[in-house]
Structures are given as structure tokens and as C-alpha cells.
């Protein structure tokens, strides 16, 4: 499967010295100039901050930008000791996922979509905003609305990808909410799988506890999971296909 997604400028190469400061990385690029680039992935990137790594960077032309670099990807090694492109731009993940559903790739899950909106306010007292909030065609059976949480996932044990990472309070009160939709309305999580290497999904109960409690909670109340995989090049990402659970 090599399905492009979306293309863009080639990226620009280098390797990594360090993150720090959360949102800072300084890379030496091909050239050997050292830049500061923006890192949108604030969370601990669970073995992918290797000194030393491959990363790749877009840059930026506009003139408000502070720092024109973004990191974007950054190479690993899999199980079977081949490369591996990261995408760890977090902004990312919700344009590779609203592709999708445009590119009609989820319709089995989901149905047949009429409109999509971004940054949608719900749950108690709408203090927190979907990813997206999917209205379904006059078509579709099922003519509830659509609210839709995108995760990106990065990390990776064997062949499952798993999120979160790190404990996420943010994420606990996401699934929370989504389950408080149903029956009334869908509610679906799409984790962001940003790597070819994954075979499956599962939640980083290791990382969270209770995210992977939750998880499971939501799921028996009926909210649907569609863990989304993709391949990320230099130019451009390709679609991986859905990725099965994997629960213990």
C-alpha cells in the first residue's frame, strides 16, 4: 500500500545535538550549520531523542516566524534493523487524518461524511474542543454526528504502537469526554500512527494507568477506534492502512 496522502517541499536533512526546553531542537544540518528549529512535540518522544539521530526540517519563508525551522521527522531503526521515519510534528497529525476522511479511506467505519469541522467546543460547560466534528450525508444510515479525537503516536514496542507516552491528564479527560457523547452522537479516537513499523495499537498502559482504564471503559460504551497508519518521506506521506487492537 503507498497511497500518497500528502506531498510537499522536500525536507531538509541533518542530525540531532538536542531537544530541550521542551519546544527548542538544535540540529546540524547537512551543510554543518547548527540551527535552532521549532519542536510542536512537547511530550517525551520515547526512543526517538537519540544524540546523533537523523532529522529532517521544513522551513519556513514567512517573516513572522521567530524560528523558521520545524522539525518534522527524525529516522529510527526497527526491529529488523531498517530505517524508519518518524513524523513528530504534532500540527501534523490532524491534516494527515482530515485527508483521510476526505479521501473517503474511513467511510466503512464512519459513513458517508457531508462536512467537516476543525476546533469544534463540547463536553462540560464546552470548555474543550474535538478535533473535528464530523456531520454524516443525508445518505448515511446513521445520522448521528461524528466527534472525532486525533492522537499522535510515535512510540513504539516491538510491532504495537502505543499511546500516550507519558501520563496525560489532557488525554484521561478526552476519553472521559467522549464517552459522555454516546449514544447520542459517535464518538471515535484515531490514533495517528506517524511510522511504518506498526503491526497493531494498543494503549501505553505502562505510560498511563488510567488513560489505559479509561480507554477501555469508552470502548465498552461504544466508542470506535481507528488506529490510522502512515509512511513519512522525505516529500511526502503515504497511507499505511488501519491498524488492528492489540489489548493484553
Known sequence: MN?????????????????????LADIQLDTGEIVTAHCANTG???????????????????????????WEQVRAIDKNNQEVWVGINTLFANKLVKKVIENHLLTEKIGEIEKIKSEVPYGKDKKS??????????????????????????????????????????????????????????????????????????????????YGRLFRESLSAGMILIPCCFEFHIDHVSWNGIKPLKLD
Open 3 to 23: 497511497d500518497r496522502i500528502i506531498e510537499f517541499d522536500p525536507l531538509i536533512e541533518g542530525v540531532l545535538i538536542k531537544r530541550y526546553k521542551r519546544f
Open 44 to 70: 517525551p518522544m520515547k526512543g526517538l531523542l537519540n544524540h546523533g539521530s537523523k532529522v529532517r526540517l521544513s522551513l519556513s519563508s514567512s517573516p513572522k516566524r521567530k524560528l523558521p525551522y520545524t
Open 129 to 210: 474542543r474535538i478535533d473535528f466534528l464530523l456531520t454524516p450525508k443525508s445518505s448515511n444510515p446513521d445520522n448521528r454526528n461524528v466527534y472525532v479525537e486525533v492522537k499522535n503516536t510515535t512510540w513504539i514496542k516491538e510491532n504495537v504502537a502505543l499511546f500516550p507516552d507519558t501520563e496525560t491528564k489532557r488525554g484521561q479527560k478526552h476519553l472521559v469526554e467522549l464517552k459522555e457523547l454516546i449514544p447520542e452522537s459517535k464518538s471515535v479516537l484515531i490514533p495517528c500512527i506517524t511510522r511504518k513499523d506498526a503491526n497493531f495499537f494498543a494503549p501505553g498502559d505502562e505510560a498511563d494507568p488510567l
